[in-house]
């Protein structure tokens, strides 16, 4: 009933940047927190940034400085800007979306888009 769907992965040297999008569609009333995760290679998921309708915003320490995190409700978009990347970035990005309301069925629901490569290397 709802997707997510990624866009804006790719490969980039070091230093250099890149922005996600993630546009969730479907059948969606509203979503209350939207973000990003990552999961490199023999590696755990682990949380990049999220954000909240209201404009709360939780950033990884090892991201900070760096990336920003932005959301645009009425489209139930959300952005990562990702400046100054390094290595250890390289990894498999998933957009998060939770406390999803749907027009149709009861309930609050979580959903996961499929995922985006990012890949620093010179």
């Known amino acids: 009933q709802v997707q997510l769907v990624e866009s804006g992965g790719g490969l980039v040297q070091p230093r250099g940047s890149l922005r996600l999008s993630c546009a969730a569609s479907?059948?969606?009333?509203?979503?209350?927190?939207m973000g990003w995760y990552r999961q490199a290679p023999g590696k755990q998921r682990e949380l990049v940034a999220i954000?909240?309708?209201?404009?709360?915003?939780t950033y990884a320490d090892s991201v900070k400085g760096r990336f920003t995190i932005s959301r645009d409700n009425a489209k139930n978009t959300v952005y990562l800007q990702m400046n100054s990347l390094k290595p250890e970035d390289t990894a498999v990005y998933y957009c998060s979306s939770r406390g999803v309301v749907l027009t149709t069925i009861r309930g609050s629901h979580e959903y996961w888009g499929q995922g985006t490569q990012v890949t620093v290397s010179s």
């Open positions: 954000i909240t309708s209201g404009g709360i915003m």
């Open positions: 479907g059948s969606i009333r509203s979503i209350y927190v």
